[in-house]
């Protein structure tokens, strides 16, 4: 047998770009979780208030979605960034937000997938 603890992931929205997204294991499913339990018990509070405190939850999903992006996305083919290598920083901090949306949400569908739902 023979695993690989990456997938790869040719973009949508920006055609020759591949995205290399870290399948989950036990222990990353526990580092992910540790990274995000204490802003999501923050931001589940939040949602609950008035207009201030919904501002700093939409602030709060922000970083959210970035550590998932950070966690998750392992490397970027195919893109520079100002003639530079793509990275998952470089993504966040300059890159096109329609493909920073596409690796977010292909790191949290390998986060929810059971492996028998990834083989299919």
């Known amino acids: 047998m023979t695993y690989e603890s990456i997938l790869q992931k040719a973009s949508v929205v920006a055609p020759g770009v591949t995205l290399v997204i870290a399948k989950m294991s036990f222990a990353r499913r526990l580092e992910l979780a540790t990274k995000i339990r204490e802003i999501a018990a923050r931001l589940e509070y939040l949602n609950a208030g008035d207009g201030r405190e919904r501002m700093e939850a939409a602030i709060l999903t922000g970083e959210v979605e970035r550590l998932y992006v950070q966690w998750g996305l392992k490397e970027i083919i195919g893109l520079l960034i100002d003639g530079e290598p793509a990275t998952p920083d470089r993504l ?29």
């Open 92 to 120: 966040i901090d300059n890159g096109p937000e329609e493909l920073f949306r596409e690796a977010l949400e292909a790191v949290k569908s390998e986060c929810s997938l059971s492996e028998a739902e990834r083989k299919n």
